[in-house]
Structure formats: structure tokens, C-alpha cells
């Protein structure tokens, strides 16, 4: 990883971060690749990862690409995160890091491990289920909870 600063997470503002610490504080559960079904009036999130998601390694098949290709993609920046944030776990390191609160131990910043968020169990990798195996009308067997702004 280069570019990165000694423990930028600690010392400087997500405003503050380059590119690479940016792309470097995600923690790599891929819990904002899960989709989202809304009805009038609410949005629940759902065990069903968007088919670009390669589910055994949490990872996107096509990163560089994943706005053009999946029109509903999260991505996250600097500018949207507050808008977004109450579709991201409050386990979330960016969400953590804007409101000032610290990355979890567990995090492969702090323990140079980056499997230890699957072996943990704090990733999708055990319970998702890729959109390329799920029909559309499905979708609402498959709700783990409703998101709400205190999520």
C-alpha cells in the first residue's frame, strides 16, 4: 500500500485523506454490495449480493467499472458519504471514522490481517446469496432487516 500515511484513520478527516487512504479504510465486508428493495414507503436491505461481487473473497469483479455497469451501485465518496450513510452497517470504517469514533480491532489497518474480517464473521461472505441465482420476485424472501436513519 503506498501513499498511505502512518495511522491516517487516527490523525486526519476522511476530507483529509488521499486516494489511496480513502480506497485503504475500507475494510473489505462488502456489506453496501447487498441490494436494497423499497416499497411505498420503505427500504429494506437484503442476504442478496449484486452479481458483480465475486461472494468468496467480498471483493467486485469489475471495481474500475461498477458505476457504469450496476446503475445502483453505492459508491462511496467524500461527497455522498453523509447521504449515504444510513445505507452503510454502523460497522462501517467510514462511517465510523465521520463520526469520530475509532476502527475496530479487528480491521486489517490495526491487525495486518486482511482475512480477519471474514474469519470474524463481520463480512457477507457467510450468509449472502448472489442476484444471479435469486429471481426478482424473490427478492423479499431474502430481507434481513428495514433501514432506517438510525441504522
Not at 437484503?46 to 468468496?56: A, F, P, Q
Not at 469489475?62 to 458505476?67: A, G, K, L, V
Not at 471514522?97 to 457467510?126: D, F, M, T
Request: proline share 2%.
Amino acid at each position: 500500500m503506498t501513499n498511505l500515511r502512518k495511522l491516517f484513520w487516527e490523525k486526519y478527516t476522511l476530507d483529509q485523506l488521499n486516494s489511496a487512504e480513502w480506497e485503504a479504510l475500507c475494510d473489505g465486508c462488502a456489506k453496501c454490495c447487498l441490494l436494497k428493495i423499497t416499497d411505498e414507503k420503505n427500504i429494506f436491505i437484503t442476504n442478496i449480493s449484486c452479481k458483480k461481487l465475486k461472494v468468496d473473497s467480498c471483493r467486485c469483479s469489475d471495481y474500475p467499472n461498477r458505476e457504469k455497469n450496476v446503475k445502483d451501485c453505492l459508491k462511496l465518496t467524500k461527497d455522498n458519504l453523509h447521504k449515504n450513510a444510513k445505507f452503510l452497517p454502523s460497522s462501517c470504517s467510514y462511517r465510523l471514522i465521520a463520526e469520530g469514533k475509532s476502527l475496530p480491532r479487528w480491521h486489517y489497518l490495526i491487525s495486518n490481517e486482511k482475512e480477519r474480517v471474514h474469519k470474524l464473521n463481520h463480512s457477507i461472505q457467510s450468509y449472502c446469496i448472489s442476484e444471479t441465482v435469486v429471481e426478482k420476485e424473490n427478492y423479499e424472501d431474502h430481507i434481513l432487516a428495514e433501514i432506517t436513519e438510525e441504522c
